[in-house]
């Protein structure tokens, strides 16, 4: 079983300052993907940045960059330079693949971040 | 090109009664999931399709089924609805599922079914 923990319920962030978003996992999976998607309060689910169990590097996308620490099973997102438009619901997700690479269809996500930007 | 689209967008329907949402992924991806997303639950994961077969399947009742066609359009089905099943119905496409290929999921805007 997989599971997803993001313990913020909120956060709220200065312009132009950088913030981080914490995400948890668990998985007996032998290896997985990792997922951050940023909702808007329009309801699409937008996909941000993807990082694999095995990448040697974490993932970055623009201005949102993945710190990914295997050990301590932990995927926080880093937004830097927050603008307003990035306030939003933040979810992290995983999905996880068999020992072939194969993955399971199936993302698992947290119970997600409401990110407040202020002016 | 063109993202993940899904029709319709919003729908209301009386207790009882059967829906049928529809999702095209994007150009070339062969596998679509849909998920259920309300303020109770959060996301949860219905089924995935692959090639035209179910590969996955959550925890609901079987009022909820789905297909996929050989364009890899996909529709789901919920039958004799009850009120909790108003929720925003999303769909994921992806470009595969095998051992190299690209697992990053892309959702389209999503369903909004109302149940009264």
């Known amino acids: 079983a997989q599971k997803i923990t993001q313990t913020q319920p909120g956060m709220f962030v200065q312009e132009k300052e950088a913030v981080t978003l914490d995400c948890t996992y668990d998985?007996?999976?032998?290896?997985?993907?990792l997922f951050w998607y940023k909702q808007p309060s329009s309801g699409e689910m937008i996909f941000l940045i993807y990082?694999?169990?095995?990448?040697?590097q974490n993932a970055t996308e623009g201005r949102y960059s993945l710190n990914f620490q295997k050990a301590r099973k932990s995927a926080n997102l880093v937004i830097s330079a927050s603008q307003l438009g990035d306030s939003a619901m933040y979810f992290c997700a995983m999905r996880g693949h068999n020992a072939g690479g194969t993955s399971y269809g199936k993302l698992t996500f947290g119970q997600g971040t409401i990110l407040t930007v202020h002016p | 090109k063109a993202g993940v689209t899904q029709t319709p967008r919003y729908l209301i329907k009386t207790r009882g009664q059967q829906v049928t949402l529809s999702c095209s992924p994007i150009s070339g991806h062969r596998s679509v999931s849909w998920y259920q997303q309300t303020p109770g639950q959060g996301l949860q994961f219905l089924f995935e399709y692959f090639s035209e077969t179910q590969r996955n399947k959550g925890n609901f009742p079987g009022r909820f089924s789905g297909r996929q066609f050989s364009n890899s359009r996909s529709e789901m089905n919920v039958s004799t609805l009850e009120l909790g099943d108003s929720a925003l119905y999303l769909c994921?496409?992806?470009?595969?599922?095998?051992?190299?290929?690209?697992?990053?999921?892309?959702f389209g805007p999503g369903t909004r079914l109302t149940v009264t």
């Open positions: 990082q694999g169990s095995y990448d040697q």
């Open positions: 998985t007996s999976d032998p290896s997985y993907g």
């Open positions: 994921a496409s992806s470009l595969g599922v095998g051992a190299g290929e690209s697992y990053e999921q892309y």
